[in-house]
């Protein structure tokens, strides 16, 4: 059984639209974090949150982290191909010694 | 500076076979953590180790086991390969016990044939 559950699973969408990728829970995590993942390649970190409420910005990427800390959304805003991968939301708990991760969602970002 | 590093890339084995897989982390980097991606889905933790010792374990069978040695790099072990073992093994390196930052290797693709 999956802690983190993510939607879409499958988003294929036109360059220059926006998009949004959702992960919840019904558990509380002391952080959460967002990777992205292409074919063959290890998961790359792209932001932590820690604090409910808080809001991240990473150029045309926006991570929200949901007031009660279940939840996360990831905005991207004009994507562009090479936005295109496997992105992956990961839940920390205090006194854990893993993450816990979500089920992903493929973005395909087509030209 | 270097990231972490696993080895080898890829993997052929059939079943019933046993399979080693190495990482070495971050320099200053005192945990390591192993997790299975089966394809399509997301990692799942199979071990972590801090200071040579066994800090964490997922729910996986005894067949997987690990160590580390007192350079930091460590081992994973698979035996009795089964079908199901066939998926990316992934390596994550942090500073500490604990840490919510993790960086991972590139990943050990394994296939069980």
């Known amino acids: 059984t999956q802690l983190l559950e993510q939607s879409p699973q499958f988003l294929s969408i036109q360059e220059g639209e926006n998009l949004t990728v959702y992960c919840n829970s019904s558990?509380?995590?002391?952080?959460l974090q967002w990777y992205r993942q292409e074919p063959g390649e290890g998961p790359v970190l792209l932001v932590t949150?820690?604090?409910?409420?808080e809001v991240k910005k990473l150029k045309r990427l926006t991570f929200q982290f949901g007031d009660a800390r279940k939840d996360s959304s990831l905005h991207i805003t004009a994507a562009q191909p090479g936005d295109t991968g496997l992105y992956l939301c990961?839940?920390?708990?205090?006194?854990?010694?893993?993450?816990?991760f979500g089920t992903g969602t493929r973005l395909t970002v087509i030209p | 500076d270097a990231g972490v590093t696993q080895s080898p890339t890829h993997l052929i084995k059939t079943r019933g076979q046993h399979v080693t897989l190495r990482c070495s982390p971050i320099?200053?980097?005192?945990?390591v953590s192993w997790y299975q991606q089966v394809l399509g889905q997301g990692p799942q933790f199979i071990f972590q180790?801090?200071?040579?010792?066994?800090?964490g374990r997922g729910n996986f069978p005894d067949r997987f086991s690990a160590r580390q040695f007192p350079n930091y790099s460590s081992e994973l072990n698979v035996n009795a390969l089964l079908l199901g073992d066939s998926a990316l093994y992934l390596c994550?390196?942090?500073?500490?016990?604990?840490?919510?930052?993790?960086?991972f290797g590139p990943g050990t693709r394994l296939t069980v044939l």
């Open positions: 990961a839940g920390h708990k205090t006194g854990a010694n893993n993450l816990f």
């Open positions: 949150v820690v604090t409910g409420g």
């Open positions: 558990s509380v995590f002391s952080s």
């Open positions: 994550a390196s942090s500073p500490w016990q604990g840490s919510d930052t993790q960086y």
């Open positions: 320099s200053g980097h005192k945990s």
């Open positions: 180790y801090y200071e040579k010792e066994e800090r």
